[in-house]
T-cell receptor, first 112, second 113 residues
């Protein structure tokens, strides 16, 4: 299983871009990187995923390095509602399903 | 996307008793999972709820303690049996098509006294 490493916590000023890094140096060539977040007292929420190309959706952008050993989740204009724990996950494939292993994640605090 | 409803949202239970948590999805899904989130910790996968067959448990979790049912493609239950204070956690249901994109319920906050 590909292990991911993230900083424990980060701060970001409201309105600025939040850049959350993730290291996944043991990722295999066909494994995707997924990002989830968990706002306090809520279930996790899917954000975005990618394989090798950069991806963007209405929530965030995902930048994956060319060697695929790391990625960065970008929240372009962070708001207070983006305060959450962000998880970078490389799902574990078992033949019939992809299983998510949640690490400790990055606790993002967005401040005024 | 899928909307997942869990019942109850919270409960306080006596040690030695059992609690059954229900998870209802608003559409048919291939995969359903149960997680535990202990206080201040990350999520840990308990098991995969398989429709029409026994659940697949992760290391450290057993059927006698956490029996799971999945009678159809939209519903599953998790029972926490013979509870002790160490079982006080948030229990979350998730569902998805089988890939890495999954949807989660709001969780059931269980306190065992």
């Amino acid at each position: 299983d590909a292990k991911t490493t993230q900083p424990t916590s980060m701060d970001c000023a409201e309105g600025r871009a939040a850049n959350l890094p993730c290291n996944h140096s043991t990722i295999s060539g066909n494994e995707y990187v997924y990002w989830y977040r968990q706002i306090h007292s809520q279930g996790p929420q899917y954000i975005i995923h990618g394989l090798k190309n950069n991806e963007t959706n209405e929530m965030a952008s995902l930048i994956i390095t060319e060697d695929r050993k790391s990625s960065t989740l970008i929240l372009p204009h962070a708001t207070l509602r983006d305060t959450a724990v962000y998880y970078c996950i490389v799902p574990r494939h078992t033949g019939t399903a992809s299983k998510l292993t949640f690490g400790t994640g990055t606790r993002l605090q967005v401040t005024l | 996307s899928a909307v997942i409803s869990q019942k109850p949202s919270r409960d306080i239970c006596q040690r030695g008793t059992s609690l059954t948590i229900q998870c209802q999805v608003d559409s048919q899904v291939t995969m359903m999972f149960w997680y535990r989130q202990q206080p201040g910790q990350s999520l840990t996968l308990i098991a995969t709820a398989n429709q029409g067959s026994e659940a697949t448990y992760e290391s450290g979790f057993v059927i006698d303690k956490f029996p799971i049912s999945r009678p159809n493609l939209t519903f599953s239950t998790l029972t926490v049996s013979n509870m002790s204070p160490e079982d006080s956690s948030i229990y979350l249901c998730s569902a998805g098509a089988g890939g890495g994109e999954a949807f989660f319920g709001q969780g059931t906050r269980l306190t065992v006294v």
